[in-house]
T-cell receptor, first 114, second 110 residues
């Protein structure tokens, strides 16, 4: 196991609602990244947090936001949910922010937007 | 932007045979590559990584080859087992992120 946990496992929301997904990184891992994985595709980078600050973002709108806490936990918040937001959301942690550090993934949260 | 791509979306092999999964990348500045295995309903699981100053790296039953000249990466699995059935992704490092291809589904026939 990677030591990265996510909650909840599954979630169903309706269009327009807001959702918060949670991740607990490995102890000592200061960097957490969030990815969106649509069915049949590879994970797409949403953003990265390092020491509680966002330090990188992919091609996702501002309604995707995050927080990272000192206890190695983090959140992904999505406002005004759209049907296309239905996906597996993955968090991954690594010790520092260097992109050459190995990332370890959690099991993901399956979000369904109706 | 530049992206990682895979040659084949599916691969079917007989149990005990060797498997080779290929990946092409286009960003010549990438200097770190990872192969992940993803089983149904689970997150990607780290298999093996390689840095651009190497052309081969071996793990337990797995070997990754990197050809920087043609920007090609491959994952070789020796003596493939039913438990190896999964989707395999190669990923390359970007500025802050890892960039994934669409994946190859490996099916192992008994």
């Amino acid at each position: 196991e990677t030591g990265v946990t996510q909650s909840p496992t599954h979630l169903i929301k309706t269009r327009g609602q807001q959702v918060t997904l949670r991740c607990s990184s490995q102890s000592g891992h200061n960097t957490v990244s969030w990815y969106q994985q649509a069915l049949g595709q590879g994970p797409q980078f949403i953003f990265q947090y390092y020491r509680e600050e966002e330090n990188g973002r992919g091609n996702f709108p501002p309604r995707f936001s995050g927080l990272q806490f000192p206890n190695y936990s983090s959140e992904l918040n999505v406002n005004a949910l759209e049907l296309d937001d239905s996906a597996l959301y993955l968090c991954a942690s690594r010790p520092e922010a260097a992109s050459t550090d190995t990332q370890y993934f959690g099991p993901g949260t399956r979000l369904t937007v109706l | 932007g530049e992206s990682v791509g895979l040659h084949l979306p599916t691969l079917s092999v007989q149990e005990g045979d060797n498997s080779i999964i290929n990946c092409a990348y286009s960003n010549s500045a990438s200097d770190y590559f990872i192969w992940y295995k993803q089983e149904s309903g689970k997150g990607p699981q780290f298999i093996i990584d390689i840095r651009s100053n190497m052309d081969k790296r071996q793990g337990q039953r797995v070997t990754v080859l990197l050809n920087k000249t043609v920007k090609h990466l491959s994952l070789q699995i020796a003596a493939t087992q039913p438990g190896d059935s999964a989707v395999y992704f190669c990923a390359e490092n970007g500025r802050n992120d890892m960039r994934f291809g669409a994946g190859t589904r490996l099916t192992v026939k008994p």
